[in-house]
């Protein structure tokens, strides 16, 4: 199989499946807040990096034949049913335009992780140590982008968003 399949029902979630929920929704998914001083480099490393991955799929293909391939397909498709969840969540917030239900009750970024969680499938999918190396390093741009972001909301919406961050972790639920 060629592993353009594993990104076709990635932009059909992201692009088709927001827009047809809401298309103000997709605008505001392809925002990104202004970046300060770091957070401009790591916007640029987040754009290569998830460039790369992406067209890196292009030119693999994808064979279902041992343990980690079993593996990477299960962690593929439980990123993919966490990202259309968290694009429905996304797709319809509060009338303040805070998300805070759904997957936003567990993570402030569920988008972002479910994203993770697909390109970590990908990568046992094709077992490429490369691609696991570029995903590291844009995971690490994200950490920085998501910085720039909470600036953002905080700026945007108050106090409300920082009871918000006290009650929800970045990534995973605060215990």
């Known amino acids: 199989m060629n592993g353009i399949f594993l990104i076709i029902p990635i932009l059909l979630i992201r692009f088709g499946l927001l827009s047809i929920i809401n298309k103000e929704a997709l605008k505001r998914a392809a925002y990104f807040p202004p970046c300060e001083g770091k957070e401009k480099v790591a916007f640029w490393v987040y754009q290569i990096t998830n460039t790369f991955m992406i067209v890196y799929l292009l030119f693999v293909k994808i064979e279902i034949k041992n343990t980690w391939s079993y593996l990477g397909l299960s962690v593929y498709l439980l990123g993919l049913v966490l990202y259309v969840i968290s694009i429905i969540d996304f797709a319809k917030p509060k009338e303040n335009r805070i998300n805070l239900k759904g ?17 970590i499938g990908c990568g046992l999918l094709i077992n490429s140590l490369t691609y696991f190396i570029i995903l590291i390093v844009f995971q690490i741009s994200v950490h920085w982008i998501i910085l720039s972001e909470e600036r953002w909301c905080i700026k945007e919406f108050g106090e409300e968003y920082k009871e918000y961050m006290n009650k ?4 995973l639920c605060s215990m």
């Open 168 to 171: 929800v972790g970045r990534y």
């Open 103 to 119: 997957l936003y009750k567990i993570s402030r970024n569920p988008m972002y992780v479910a994203y993770f969680i697909y390109f």
